[in-house]
């Protein structure tokens, strides 16, 4: 910050996962959009407080201790290492504050450390923390219509600042011991979001249970219609944008990648491997056209799966979306959404399994169908610029997508969604979820509509009496 | 009492500033309370949602009770 130089690579990058942090904010608007309308409409206002309020719940907890143990977690621990010592991190550090950078007060900290974090610390936490809403967004869509908010945000929170992080500091980081031993790579999240979530979600939907009514006494699903389309689009929309935003935050804007001593800048992926914004913005665009064709195609021009399929496509080519041609891109979108469409089908009728929005197909299925694609199309691509790391191959990638999946999302869920059912603070009683879960709001709602009615009634009766 | 830490005038040389907030040296107490506070609010909403749901099952069975007493 000595020289202007220094100062402008130093303040973009600053200002540069701010302004991502800002459009990934839409996710969360699409979210909130998209669910309410595929509520019903006596639910609506409980899908919305639902969702609405894992931001502070996520936010507090990813202060609290999401943000630690994404850099002491990276070495498992016991698996290349201990715990990694991060003391910019920890909630108590001056480092999660406002902070200029001078010498810092405390002896855990190195000049280098205060220098880089007192910039950096505040929008890379909220750029992570960003991706933590989204995860526990996922399972908010799902889940709807019948689970506590209570217990909704216990699982939130466990997802969005426990088993993803943990994921991430494993696979989705420099020096992640995933990516280190296994040559893991999902640059934009395919596995370590949307597999993850996916898994989460239907650990925690064979617990909760359909819906009332979702499924015929011979076993064949009934379909609950959007209360408003309209929502969904936009939602959808928003969400489209806001994954933009999410593909610019997962890279590192300005980075000298030469090893050799010389210069060469270049925007990198979290594994210091080099990409451009150019590609990624390609290969974002096509896989989101592959995912719509197969969307609107497979589902014959639903509405809801064409929407669907637009983020499928995305999700599923998201884990080599740094490297693929805009080509590859679009038919892995359109591999993805096929497969997960005709699954989500599949498991519903097999499995009696209630999933409200399709989250587990869209994020679960493809996310995890992508990881393993990356495997074979990037087969022996170095996963990394550091010596002695794996290089990218089919099983390294299989083996990440069971442990981002089934390991880090389906069986940690599957405890604690037990936990919640077991006390007995899982689900909303069944007479009013048939009543609905704004049934109290909605009596109170007319009750006043009705004492405004009755008093504006006495005061036209009063003032017809003064006049006459 | 006066929240300033580690300067009270803006120095000429702003990069030895560390630290901008008030009370620092208080960062533990805070993440304490901040902790407490996480943690209370889950118990408060576990309380109001299990009376909540007490209570409008309870009403829903009494308002339902004259149409079902009708059906039988």
């Not at chain 1, 498992?76 to 001056?94: F, N, R, Y």
């Not at chain 1, 280190?180 to 949307?194: C, E, F, N, R, T």
């Amino acid at each position: 910050m000595d020289n202007e130089l220094s100062a402008l690579s130093v303040i973009f990058t600053e200002f540069y996962y701010w302004v991502t942090v800002v459009m990934m904010f839409l996710i969360h608007v699409g979210f909130c959009l998209y669910e309410v309308g595929v509520a019903r409409d006596k639910n609506k206002v409980n899908t919305l407080m639902k969702n609405a309020m894992l931001i502070p719940v996520i936010t507090v907890g990813f202060y609290l201790f999401g943000w630690w143990l994404y850099f002491a977690m990276q070495n498992g621990p016991g698996i290349t290492g201990g715990l990694k010592d991060a003391p910019w991190s920890v909630p108590w550090s001056e480092l999660m504050g406002t902070h200029l950078g001078g010498q810092p007060a405390s002896e855990n900290l190195s000049a280098e450390d205060t220098a880089l974090w007192a910039r950096m610390n505040g929008v890379f936490w909220a750029a992570f923390l960003l991706f933590s809403w989204t995860a526990g967004s996922i399972l908010s869509g799902a889940v709807i219509e019948r689970i506590r908010s209570a217990a909704f945000w216990i699982l939130a929170v466990f997802v969005g600042c426990i088993t993803w992080v943990i994921d991430a500091a494993w696979g989705w980081s420099d020096s992640g011991w995933m990516v280190k031993i296994l040559g893991y790579h999902d640059a934009y999240a395919s596995g370590v979001i949307h597999g993850l979530s996916g898994g989460s979600a239907l650990a925690i939907l064979l617990h909760l249970g359909p819906r009332i009514g979702r499924f015929r006494e011979d076993g064949t699903p009934r379909v609950i219609p959007a209360h408003n389309i309209w929502m969904v689009a936009i939602g959808m929309f928003l969400i489209f944008t806001g994954f933009w935003g999410f593909y610019a935050a997962c890279n590192i804007p300005i980075m000298n990648i030469a090893s050799d001593g010389g210069s060469f800048f270049s925007a990198t992926t979290i594994y210091l491997t080099p990409t451009t914004l150019s590609a990624i913005t390609f290969n974002f665009l096509m896989s989101l056209a592959g995912g719509l064709i197969m969307g609107y195609w497979v589902s014959r021009g639903d509405a809801f799966w064409s929407f669907q399929g637009g983020l499928g496509g995305i999700i599923t080519a998201s884990a080599g979306n740094d490297l693929y041609h805009p080509l590859q891109a679009f038919f892995i979108g359109m591999l993805g959404v096929y497969c997960g469409y005709k699954l989500h089908y599949w498991v519903e009728r097999k499995f009696k399994i209630d999933d409200a929005v399709g989250a587990v197909a869209i994020h679960g299925y493809c996310g995890s169908i992508g990881v393993i694609v990356a495997g074979f199309l990037l087969w022996g691509y170095p996963s990394s610029q550091t010596e002695g790391y794996a290089s990218i191959t089919p099983w390294g990638q299989i083996c990440g997508a069971a442990i981002m999946f089934f390991g880090l999302g389906f069986v940690p869920c599957y405890i604690v969604t037990w936990l919640l059912k077991y006390l007995g603070i899982l689900r909303i009683p069944r007479e009013v979820e048939v009543a609905g879960l704004d049934h109290a709001i909605d009596q109170d709602d007319s009750q006043n509509l009705s004492d405004i009615e009755k008093a504006q009634r006495e005061l036209v009766m009063l003032k017809s009496e003064v006049s006459r | 009492m006066t929240g300033t830490g580690s300067f009270e005038n803006w120095p000429a040389d702003p990069s030895s500033l560390g630290p901008l907030y008030p009370f620092g040296g208080y960062e533990l107490l805070m993440t304490i309370c901040c902790l407490l506070s996480f943690v209370g609010f889950f118990v408060w909403k576990l309380y109001l949602e299990r009376h909540k749901y007490e209570a409008e099952r309870t009403a829903l069975r009494v308002e339902e009770a004259p149409a079902r007493i009708e059906r039988e």
